[in-house]
């Protein structure tokens, strides 16, 4: 079975980090997420996507972004309920991100940051001085 999700949208707020008895962390945010389609009134509505994220990966989240910033998560999709103080039964659908990513660049103050827990295989494309010039006779086919 698979139980992939992969969202990139902006955040609603700031990330809230609490830490739990033993001490771990974890962040809690919203992420407006843009639908790929038009209403009958031609605006564009968009999805508010309640998230978590644990850990180190909360901290580093919290620390490097804000509200509005445009970002991109990877986790799953998880359902969760518990009693409310009234006795009401709460359900919850949320997704657990596992890693994300930062999809703008840092602004004026704001701390820096890695784009991404994984290499950008874009990153220099438009820079001319790290081009390498390689010729038909080097290609091994």
Known sequence: ???????I????????VKYTQSGVAVGTFS??????FTNASGEREADFINAVIWRKAAENFAN???KGALVAIEG???????ED???KR???TEVVADNFSLLEKKSDGQQSAPKSQTPDPFANQGNKSNEID?????LPF
């Open 9 to 16: 949208g902006r955040l609603t707020k700031d990330v809230e």
């Open 85 to 87: 103080g009234n006795g």
């Open 31 to 36: 992420l407006a997420v843009n639908r790929q």
């Open 134 to 138: 390689i010729s038909d006779d080097d």
């Open 64 to 66: 490097f972004t804000h």
């Open 76 to 82: 799953r999709l998880q359902t969760r309920n518990y």
């Open 90 to 92: 709460v359900y919850v």
């Open 1 to 7: 079975m698979i139980n992939r999700v992969v969202l």
